[in-house]
C-alpha cells in the first residue's frame, strides 16, 4: 500500500512536469512547421517568463495578474525582435546554420539575463497557496492544478487557432508546403513571423506556473528546453496531440525514474527516452512514417 501511495505520488508530479513539457514541445513544433528549423533558444523563452513575472512582481510591484501579463507580452516581443533581427535577413540560409544562430541567441538571453539578475535562485509565491489536495493517497499542491487547467486551455486554444482561424489555417498551409502557400498568395514571411510570436507566448507562460515549484534562475532554461524538444521528437515533431501525450509520457518517466530508482537519473532518462526513439522510431511515436515517391 505504501508503495501504491508513492507510485501515485510520482505519476501526480510526473504529469505536472510533463505538462511543462508539452507546452514547450508544442512551441518547438509550432516553428518547425513554419520553417523548418529548431529553434534552441525556446528554452530561454521558458526562463524569461519565470524571471520577468518576479522582476514585475518586486520591483514593479504589479498585482500577480498584472506580472504575469507583462512578463507574457514582453517575452513575446523579444521572440519577434529576434526572428525579424536573426532569422528574417537570412534567406537562403541552411538547416544548420539557422539552428547555430539559434543556440547563439539562447546564449546571448542566458548571459544577458545573467548581468541584469545575476545567478541567484529566485522563487515565484504559489498563485493559489501552498495547503496540500489529498487525492488517493497522494498529495497534489494547488499549483499543480494551475499547471493541468493553463496547459489544457492552451492545447485547446491552439487547436481552435489552427483548424478555425484564417491565420491558423494559413501557418498549417506553410508547414505542408510553403512555395504553394506562398503561390495562392499566403505571406510566408508573416507566418513565420506568427510561429515565433506563438511560441514565444507560449513557452513564457510555461515558465510562470513551473517557477513556483521549481524556482526559477538565468540557466534553468536550458535543461527544460531540452527536455521539451525531447517531448516534440517523440511526438514526432507534430504541433497536436503526439507531442502532448510525448511531454506527458516523458514527465512520468522521469518522476517514476527519480523516485523508484535514483534522483541522479532524473536528466539522464530523458535523454536516454530520445536516443532511443532516434534510434528505434526517428518519426516520433506517435507519427506515421511517410513515403516519398521518386
Known sequence: MELLNQVTQFVISGL?????????????????NSTGIINFAQGEFVMLGGVLTIFSLNVLHLPLLAAI???????TVIGLVFERLAIRPL?????????????GASILIRGLVMLLWGKDTQALPAFSG??????????LLPQHLWIFG????????????????????????????????????????????????????????????IAPLTMTAYDVGVMLGLKGFCAAIMGGMGSGLGTVLGGLILGTLESLG?????????DAIAFFILLLILFIRPQGLFKKGETERV
Open 258 to 266: 527519480a523516485g523508484l530508482i535514483s534522483s541522479g537519473y532524473k
Open 150 to 209: 493553463v496547459t489544457v486551455l492552451v492545447i485547446i486554444g491552439c487547436r481552435l487557432f489552427f483548424n478555425h482561424t484564417i491565420s491558423g489555417k494559413a501557418m498549417r498551409a506553410c508547414s505542408f508546403n510553403r512555395r504553394a502557400a506562398n503561390l495562392v498568395g499566403i505571406s510566408v514571411g508573416r507566418m513565420v513571423l506568427f510561429s515565433f510570436v506563438i511560441s514565444a507566448a507560449v513557452g513564457a507562460l510555461a515558465g510562470v506556473i
Open 130 to 139: 501552498t495547503d496540500p489536495i489529498s487525492v488517493a493517497g497522494a498529495t
Open 16 to 32: 505536472a512536469t510533463g505538462s511543462i513539457y508539452a507546452l514547450i514541445g508544442l512551441s518547438f513544433a509550432i516553428i518547425f
Open 69 to 75: 501579463l507583462v512578463a507574457v507580452a514582453v517575452t
Open 91 to 103: 534567406k537562403n540560409a541552411t538547416p544548420l546554420m539557422l539552428i547555430i544562430i539559434t543556440i
